[in-house]
């Protein structure tokens, strides 16, 4: 069936690096563009980054910009998001999802993975 | 801090009608830029529920639908069921930002 499931969230210590993935299955990968979403503990939902169905554009929230890069690989289905110089504001469930065109609506969305910014 | 404004919760009894506010502005549902909402249960994968204003998803009942008017939109749950204890956000694209935005959040309690 259509899925997007997230993996390689953890603990980081503030000012270290971490990539997580997100792994599509179920669908025409490289016909969708896609984004991370995050929700940080009691908080709402924040839009992070999307990259287009080919990878020849993204987009990052300002929160990120500078920090965080998103990026894929269709041979292998998947979509991924380097996030460097992290902050404890970065600890959150990020949640990647799909759309049609860049800023359409997300159909489809993953389950998510927890990254902890905690020294 | 989010440009689309929500109020924190809103509650009613089984089969009551309930409606959730999402206030933006000039730079996004002003604008004219599609509306979408989604439902978040805890645990799972957020769901979408409506697009392009009032439009379903398959699968979604028709209890839910969502209407624009200016710089706000809302989504209505008519005949509200006790699995429809959850949190809402509404989304959109805001020209200002150049990306994407959700709502603040509504928690729906039923009574």
């Known amino acids: 069936q259509v899925q997007l499931v997230e993996s390689g969230g953890g603990v980081v210590q503030p000012g270290r690096s971490l990539r997580i993935s997100c792994a599509a299955s179920?669908?025409?990968?490289?016909?969708?563009?896609v984004h991370w979403v995050r929700q940080a503990p009691g908080k709402g939902l924040e839009w992070v980054a999307v990259?287009?169905?080919?990878?020849?554009?993204?987009y990052y929230a300002d929160s990120v910009k500078g920090r965080f890069t998103i990026s894929r690989d269709n041979s292998k289905n998947a979509l991924y998001l380097q996030m460097n110089s992290l902050r404890v504001d970065d600890t959150a469930v990020y949640y990647c999802?799909?759309?049609?065109?860049?800023?359409?609506?997300?159909?489809?969305w993953g389950k998510g993975t927890t990254v902890t910014v905690s020294s | 801090q989010s440009v689309l404004t929500q109020p924190p919760s809103v509650s009613g009894a089984p089969g009551q009608r309930v409606t959730i506010s999402c206030t933006g502005s000039s730079s996004n549902i002003g604008a004219g830029y599609d509306v979408r909402w989604y439902q978040l249960l805890p645990g799972t994968a957020p769901k979408l529920l409506i697009y392009g204003n009032n439009n379903r998803p398959s699968g979604v009942p028709d209890r839910f639908s969502g209407s624009n008017s200016g710089t706000s939109a809302s989504l209505a749950i008519t005949g509200l069921q006790a699995e429809d204890e959850a949190d809402y956000y509404c989304q959109s694209y805001d020209s200002s930002l150049s990306g994407s935005v959700f709502g603040t959040g509504t928690k729906v309690t039923v009574l």
């Open positions: 999802a799909r759309s049609s065109l860049v800023w359409d609506y997300m159909d489809v």
């Open positions: 990259i287009s169905y080919d990878g020849s554009k993204k």
């Open positions: 179920g669908f025409t990968f490289n016909d969708y563009a």
